[in-house]
């Protein structure tokens, strides 16, 4: 989607999604609970991010193929699938038996089932925030981390 500015045309930035305890930032690529940065590995948030932006809707195992190895793969997606969902559900503290957020629909697919509030960006990116310190010389931490 791209939006006019200064007589130039800029592309939307991603979306924010927001649900539960979690923000998910697509343009920063960053996934955080209560504000504090959530490891999740690339191909997880990536899957995450899919499933979000389809929210409510059957995700196929074979729309997840294509998304995240492409349509001509010589791995076992079966188990690449399995292995994914079980990170995305680890990062967000869901379980399998009884989901808040991601439900199995057996032999076909997951859906993304929690409320999802979406923010559009129509800005141009933030910067990003310089390192926090402590005030010692040399010693520095990164927010939220």
Known sequence: ML?????HTMPLQPPQFRFGEFLLDTAAFDLRRNGRRVRIERRALDLLILLLERRGELVS???IVARLWGKDVCIDVESGINTAIRKVRQALHDDAEAPTCIETVPGKGYRFIAPVETAATDSPPASVPEPVTDGAPGLR???GT
Do not use: L, S, T, V
């Not at 939006?3 to 007589?7: A, L, S, T």
């Open 3 to 7: 939006k006019p500015f200064n007589g």
């Open 61 to 63: 195992r074979p729309d």
């Open 141 to 143: 931490h990164d927010a």
